[in-house]
């Protein structure tokens, strides 16, 4: 669960820097060039920070279904829904800087290559896919369980019926 809350206060804590950097005042005054630069490497480092927590949520979530489905650990809800809440604040604030994006370009400046917002357009897609067709690994460990008893339950029987003759 540790590592889960970690994903979501990391992303929450860009979320927060995102909102207090990206504000809709235009930089101004005599040094207005230094103020876009270092908006742009702000924008940068955002992503970067955005990309490397998206990598590490779907390598977490992916891990905990795989030991769910083994039966390493049992199924936690609360876990379950730690990760999709780390989807859904990843999500927020990658619609944040999209958003951002649009507001500085129809002003006149530009936060981002365009290279940048398809980077976030498509972890904002495949996070929101996970989250529309999610599965829970409870359903998954459960049939796999039933299954298995299933067969040894089977076995058994056509043993005991194998000494009955």
Same mark, same amino acid.
């Given at each position: ?12 804590? =860009? ?10 005042? @235009? ?28 990598? =590490? @949520?779907?390598?977490? @979530? ?26 859904? =604040? ?6 944040? @800087? ?28 495949? =996070? ?38």
């Amino acid at each position: 669960m540790l590592t889960t809350t970690r994903h979501t206060r990391s992303i929450c804590v =860009a979320d927060s820097l995102a909102r207090a950097t990206f504000t809709d005042i @235009l930089p101004a005054g005599d040094d207005w060039v230094g103020e876009v630069v270092a908006l742009r490497e702000e924008f940068k480092t955002l992503v970067r920070l955005e990309s490397r927590r998206f990598e =590490a @949520l779907k390598a977490d @979530l992916s891990n905990w279904r795989e030991r769910v489905t083994c039966g390493e650990v049992e199924f936690d809800p609360a876990r379950e829904d730690d990760f999709k809440g780390a989807l859904r =604040a990843l999500i927020s604030l990658e619609d944040f @800087l999209l958003e951002k994006v649009v507001v500085y370009q129809d002003k006149g400046l530009s936060i981002a290559q365009p290279w940048l917002a398809r980077v976030i357009q498509s972890h904002r897609q495949e =996070a929101q896919n996970i989250l529309e067709s999610w599965k829970s690994p409870e359903w998954e460990t459960a049939d796999e369980r039933t299954v298995k008893w299933d067969k040894e339950q089977t076995r058994h029987l056509r043993e005991r019926l194998g000494t009955c003759k």
